[in-house]
T-cell receptor, first 112, second 115 residues
Framework: GQQLNQSPQSMFIQEGEDVSMNCTSS?????WLWYKQEPGEGPVLLIA?????ELTSNGRLTAQFGITRKDSFLNISASIPSDVGIYFC????????????FGTGTRLKVLA | DAGVTQSPTHLIKTRGQHVTLRCSPI?????VSWYQQVLGQGPQFIFQ???????GRGNFPDRFSARQFPNYSSELNVNALLLGDSALYLC??????????????FGPGTRLTVL
């Protein structure tokens, strides 16, 4: 079945640094979504990508839909303490039941 | 506008009991999906409902069931609870079902602990 693998699994960075994470799949996705989840909360949508090659920004966040449609990237510039959380990529399945497949998550910790 | 709401926030049950979790979607949204998130993992799809009909089911046993009401709110029921059912149960709402551009918005979840 479709699976999404995220890397790195976790990262510790200093406040002010830029962050890069990615999400890869063995199969094609037609939409890529990036969510952030904080402890005890549900995932919150950050960016949605609908077209291969698309580059979309949301404040300090920038995400790209890979040309092959098998990967996506999320960058956070000038990180701040409130960026702490788990970042998930997700995409709707392309066959069978319509549902979101979630990645394994990247846990981000920002050191002040 | 209110987002997706879920109740209760936390729940503690013992093995063998059953549980009912509730979800109210964003106003105007007609589709509700349920996900299970075990600690340290991403959410796993359980069900999707649209216009009171089941539109999809994930790989979960028959102990899991759900329904959607005329006002589009939804309940998730789990019978004969097992320790492994301990998780954060997330509800997500969207305008419709099966439309790629209709993003799913998540509620805060219900934390279920089975002892």
């Amino acid at each position: 079945g479709q699976q999404l693998n995220q890397s790195p699994q976790s990262m510790f960075i200093q406040e002010g640094e830029d962050v890069s994470m990615n999400c890869t799949s063995s199969s094609i996705f037609n939409t890529w979504l990036w969510y952030k989840q904080e402890p005890g909360e549900g995932p919150v949508l950050l960016i949605a990508l609908y077209k291969a090659g698309e580059l979309t920004s949301n404040g300090r966040l920038t995400a790209q839909f890979g040309i092959t449609r098998k990967d996506s990237f999320l960058n956070i510039s000038a990180s701040i303490p409130s960026d702490v959380g788990i970042y998930f990529c997700a995409g709707p399945t392309t066959s069978g039941t319509y549902k979101y497949i979630f990645g394994t998550g990247t846990r981000l910790k920002v050191l002040a | 506008d209110a987002g997706v709401t879920q109740s209760p926030t936390h729940l503690i049950k013992t093995r063998g009991q059953h549980v009912t979790l509730r979800c109210s979607p964003i106003s105007g949204h007609k589709s509700v999906s349920w996900y299970q998130q075990v600690l340290g993992q991403g959410p796993q799809f359980i069900f999707q409902y649209y216009e009171k009909e089941e539109r999809g089911r994930g790989n979960f046993p028959d102990r899991f069931s759900a329904r959607q009401f005329p006002n589009y709110s939804s309940e998730l029921n789990v019978n004969a609870l097992l320790l492994g059912d301990s998780a954060l149960y997330l509800c997500a709402s969207s305008l419709r079902a099966g439309v790629i551009s209709d993003t799913q918005y998540f509620g805060p979840g219900t934390r279920l602990t089975v002892l």
